[in-house]
């Protein structure tokens, strides 16, 4: 069983920064940073793969950097220009399965509880 804690969130104006932390306990694989706002399915945004490779989506390309912290079950998600359209609940997850690689919330397993972010213009 794998439990996860995100924080971080808050509420900031455009072209702010934030950093979101996630906690895990248990063992953990790949893991990755989605959200969610109301009304929208929840988007995959970032994963960092087992050989260290990262994937993001289109929309927060060069603006976010997900990384481990100095112990695997820390996870990070560094966001930078920030804009209204970013604002939603944040979630890290943790995926078991290595055969996949990419940012399918059904591929994932484990989910914390979320950390809202809200951006105003």
């Known amino acids: 069983q794998v439990q996860l804690m995100e924080s971080g969130g808050g509420s900031v104006q455009a072209g702010g920064s934030l950093r979101l932390s996630c906690v895990a306990s248990g063992d953990t694989y790949i893991m990755g940073w989605f959200r969610r706002t109301p009304g929208k399915k929840r988007e995959g945004i970032a994963v960092?793969?087992?050989?260290?490779?990262?994937d993001y989506a289109d929309s927060v390309k060069g603006r976010f950097t997900i990384s481990k912290g100095n112990t695997k079950q820390t996870l990070y998600l560094q966001m930078i220009d920030l804009k209204p359209e970013d604002t939603a609940m944040y979630y890290c997850a943790v995926r078991r399965n290595c055969y996949y690689r990419g940012l399918d919330p059904d591929k994932y397993h484990y989910w914390g509880q979320g950390t809202q972010v809200t951006v105003s213009s």
């Open positions: 960092l793969e087992l050989d260290g490779t990262t």
